[in-house]
């Protein structure tokens, strides 16, 4: 079955540069979410998007930007990169009608290194 | 703070033993769900219990849930050498879908 596709699977980039992280949901899914999982943390929520809208944000730095596209898959922008912003991005998608009580699928992630 | 914190932070068990991991939250939520991750790799849901359940069983996994005490435990019965990984326990409160983690438990099985 097909699952959440995130790439690039690696990324190394310099202090201050841009980083452009993606992520294809499953098919037929119409929800993405964005979370940051720094070294020996827990993961944390960034970013939501339903039907190309966000729908909820949370302690997304505002050097950081999103946005889900017309074919639902989403793009996570990350501008004036920081050492701090070295850390695994994963993307989950959940399907549509999805209220209370639904899984969200995950990706592998992305390991961003900041240098 | 977290919404879901996790006691004990690293456990050491022989294959064969049982492993129980507890997690506690702050406020209301939908349901809890359980997490495992490998080292470094990707999340893999294994169970999700809803706020109205107490208990939830799957393979050798089961959960339980005290809304009262705002507390979930995992238990993994006859644990394997395979079962080595972080395990992460994540609510859903009143946003649908969005997800707050625990800071996890490190699992490690010796064979």
């Known amino acids: 079955a097909a699952g959440v596709i995130q790439s690039p699977r690696h990324l190394i980039k310099e202090k201050r540069e841009t980083a452009t992280l993606k992520c294809y949901p499953i098919?037929?899914?119409?929800?993405v979410y964005w979370y940051q999982q720094g070294p020996g943390q827990d993961p944390q929520f960034l970013i939501s998007?339903?039907?190309?809208?966000?729908?909820d944000k949370g302690s997304i730095p505002d050097r950081f930007s999103a946005q889900q596209f017309s074919d639902y898959h989403s793009e996570l922008n990350m501008s004036s990169l920081e050492l701090g912003d070295s850390a695994l991005y994963f993307c989950?998608?959940?399907?549509?009608?999805?209220?209370?009580?639904?899984?969200?699928?995950f990706g592998q992630g992305t390991r961003l290194t900041v240098v | 703070s977290q919404q879901g914190e996790e006691d004990p932070q690293a456990l050491s068990i022989q294959e064969g033993e049982n492993a129980t991991m507890n997690c506690s939250y702050k406020t209301s939520i939908n349901n809890l769900q359980w997490y495992r991750q490998n080292s470094g790799r990707g999340l893999v849901h294994l169970i999700l219990?809803?706020?109205?359940?107490r208990e939830k069983h799957s393979g050798r996994l089961r959960v339980t849930l005290d809304t009262s005490k705002k507390s979930s435990s995992l238990l993994i019965t006859a644990s394997r050498a395979a079962d080595t990984a972080s395990y992460f326990c994540a609510t859903e409160s009143t946003s649908y879908g969005k997800l707050t983690f625990g800071q996890g438990t490190i699992l490690t099985v010796h064979p």
């Open positions: 219990i809803r706020s109205n359940e």
């Open positions: 098919p037929r899914h119409d929800t």
């Open positions: 998007f339903y039907e190309k809208m966000q729908s």
């Open positions: 989950a998608s959940s399907p549509p009608g999805a209220g209370a009580d639904t899984e969200a699928f």
